[in-house]
C-alpha cells in the first residue's frame, strides 16, 4: 500500500462528492465512525451524512492546499488537508483544516474511522 497514492485518491473522490452530492458520502462512512463538527461530535454514518447535508449551504467548492498523509497501525492511513472553501454567493473564501484516519476494509477499500473539520479564523 502506498499512503500517499490512496490519500490523493480519497481526497479527489471525498471532496468531489462532497461538493456535487452530499448524500453519497455516506458509503465512506461506517456506525463506528466519528465526526468532530466545529467541536460537535457525531457518530454513524446515517448521523454524520445527516449533519452534512443540512449544512446552511447548498454549493460550494473546495480547493485544496496540501495534503500530508502518514501510515497508522493495522494498515490505516491518517490524511490532513488544508485548502479553501468557497460558497456560491459568497465573495470571499473561508480557510479549512480536515483530519481522516482511514482503515482498509475486508473488501480491499477504505472507510473513515474519524473525521475532524475546522475552519481557520484569521
Excluded at 462528492?17 to 448524500?23: H, I, V
Excluded at 454513524?44 to 445527516?50: D, E, K, L, N, P
Aim: glycine fraction near 8%.
Amino acid at each position: 500500500m502506498d499512503p500517499d497514492a490512496v490519500a490523493k485518491a480519497f481526497v479527489d473522490h471525498y471532496y468531489s462528492t462532497f461538493d456535487a452530492n452530499r448524500a453519497g458520502l455516506a458509503n465512506l462512512y461506517q456506525e463506528g465512525s466519528m465526526l468532530t463538527f466545529e467541536g460537535q461530535k457525531i457518530q454513524g454514518s446515517q448521523s454524520i451524512v445527516a449533519k452534512l447535508t443540512s449544512l446552511p449551504f447548498q454549493q460550494c467548492k473546495h480547493n485544496i492546499t496540501t495534503v500530508d498523509c502518514q501510515p497508522s497501525g493495522a494498515g490505516g492511513v491518517l490524511v490532513f488537508v488544508s485548502g479553501t472553501l468557497q460558497l456560491a454567493g459568497e465573495q470571499h473564501a473561508l480557510k479549512f483544516s480536515q483530519m481522516f484516519h482511514l482503515m482498509p476494509t475486508p473488501q480491499g477499500s477504505f472507510y473513515v474511522l474519524n473525521d475532524i473539520f475546522r475552519l481557520n479564523y484569521a
